[in-house]
C-alpha cells in the first residue's frame, strides 16, 4: 500500500519561512493534499495539488510537487506564530482514500 | 456554516464496555470516513464508506469494531468490547465523493478506556 513519510518536527523563527517535506511511493497518487491540526481539533485541508501539476500557490502557501522523487513539499513564506500546528501529508489515487503521513509539528518561536 | 459534527467529543469508559461514537457528515456529503489516530500509528484509516455502502474496513479489528451508516445523516462506529489499547481519537470525515475527494473532518472523539 502507499506509504506517506514526514518528518516529525520543524523549529522556525517568526518571520522566516517553513518548509515541511513529504515523500509517498506510489506512483500513481492523482491528488496531494496539505492539512493543518491545531490542538484539540480536527484536521483542516490547507490546499491541495493535482498529479499533473508542478506547483501551486495561495497566498502564503507554495506546494511544489516532484513526480520524479515522488516528493511534495509546502512553503509557509513569513510565518506567524498563528500558524503552529502539525500539518500532514496526504495523498490518493483511484480509491480516493486519503492517506496521512505522520504529521510535521512546526513550532514557530519569536 | 457546514461542518461534520461528532459526538461524543471525549468519552472515558471501563474496560469491556460498549462504546458507541457518532458522526454527522456534511449534507449532501455521500463518502465517510472513520479514522483513528494515535502517537504510535498516526492516522490509519478503519472504515470508508460510499453512499452509506461500507467500501473499505479492511483496517478495522473486526472481532470488536464495527462500523454502520443507518441513514445518510448518521455514521456509527463501535467497539465492543473495549480495551485499553483503543484509547485513541477517532475522526470522522465527509467527501462529496467527486473527483478529488477532499475530507472535511470533525473534530473527533477523544476515547480514553481503563
Known amino acids: 500500500g502507499e506509504d506517506v513519510e514526514q518528518s516529525l518536527f520543524l523549529s522556525v523563527r517568526e518571520g522566516d519561512s517553513s518548509v515541511i517535506n513529504c515523500t509517498y511511493t506510489d506512483s500513481s497518487s492523482t491528488y496531494l493534499y496539505w492539512y493543518k491540526q491545531e490542538p484539540g481539533a480536527g484536521l483542516q485541508l490547507l490546499t491541495y495539488i493535482f498529479s499533473n501539476m508542478d506547483m501551486k500557490q495561495d497566498q502564503r502557501l507554495t506546494v511544489l510537487l516532484n513526480k520524479k522523487d515522488k516528493h511534495l513539499s509546502l512553503r509557509i513564506a513569513d510565518t506567524q506564530t498563528g500558524d503552529s500546528a502539525i500539518y500532514f501529508c496526504a495523498v490518493s489515487g483511484g480509491s480516493y482514500i486519503p492517506t496521512f503521513g505522520r504529521g510535521t509539528s512546526l513550532i514557530v518561536h519569536p | 456554516d457546514a461542518r461534520v459534527t461528532q459526538t461524543p467529543r471525549h468519552k472515558v469508559t471501563e474496560m469491556g464496555q460498549e462504546v458507541t461514537m457518532r458522526c454527522q457528515p456534511i449534507?449532501?456529503?455521500?463518502?465517510v470516513f472513520w479514522y483513528r489516530q494515535t502517537m504510535m500509528q498516526g492516522l490509519e484509516l478503519l472504515a470508508y464508506?460510499?453512499?452509506?455502502?461500507?467500501?473499505?474496513d479492511s483496517g478495522m479489528p473486526k472481532d470488536r469494531f464495527s462500523a454502520e451508516m443507518p441513514d445518510a445523516t448518521l455514521a456509527t462506529l463501535k467497539i465492543q468490547p473495549s480495551e485499553p489499547r483503543d484509547s485513541a481519537v477517532y475522526f470522522c470525515?465527509?467527501?462529496?465523493?467527486?473527483?478529488?475527494?477532499?475530507?472535511?473532518f470533525g473534530q473527533g472523539t477523544r476515547l480514553t478506556v481503563v
Open positions: 449534507l449532501g456529503h455521500n463518502t
Open positions: 470525515a465527509s467527501g462529496p465523493g467527486q473527483g478529488d475527494t477532499e475530507a472535511f
Open positions: 464508506f460510499r453512499n452509506r455502502a461500507p467500501l473499505d
